[in-house]
């Protein structure tokens, strides 16, 4: 195993940890870790961008095929202005919108409870965008606390 691709399995162990005690997690063949928080499917990579920068991205599916209406697509970009860990997007399918919430750090160094607070408050995030947008209270009650 080359020196990157062993730091990458390292911290990807360690986010795995971290979650774990939040979420039931699954190590994806390709090696990305996958869970659900609330109703939010969401995926951490890693990856080195450079010597001695490894990142690690997560991407959490905020909603999908929403209606494709002006006013949604707004709302969901001024409250993307509003937070602080992560970029959201919206993109337009044949059956509607979807609504993407990606936060990508560079994460070696981290320990594993620092790395578990800093994953739970970008899926906390996410998870109460999805109650707004969709009108629920979902977001609120599950970023309460530890869940399994």
């Not at 707004?132 to 399994?148: F, I, N, Q, V």
Request: glycine residues 8%; proline residues 4%.
């Amino acid at each position: 195993m080359t020196t990157e691709a062993a730091n990458i399995a390292s911290l990807l162990s360690k986010a795995r940890e971290a979650l774990e005690h939040y979420h039931d997690v699954r190590v994806d063949d390709d090696g990305a870790l996958t869970f659900r928080h609330a109703d939010v499917p969401c995926a951490v990579q890693a990856m080195q961008l450079a010597e001695g920068l490894i990142v690690l991205s997560l991407t959490c599916v905020v909603a999908w095929d929403l209606p494709d209406e002006p006013a949604l697509a707004v709302s969901a970009s001024e409250r993307a202005g509003q937070g602080l860990f992560g970029t959201l997007g919206v993109v337009h399918t044949d059956r509607g919108m979807d609504v993407t919430l990606r936060y990508a750090f560079p994460a070696d160094g981290l320990t594993a409870p620092a790395l578990g607070t800093l994953l739970m408050l970008v899926v906390s995030t996410a998870s109460q965008l999805r109650g707004e947008l969709l009108g629920t209270d979902s977001g609120r009650s599950a970023a309460s606390g530890p869940h399994k």
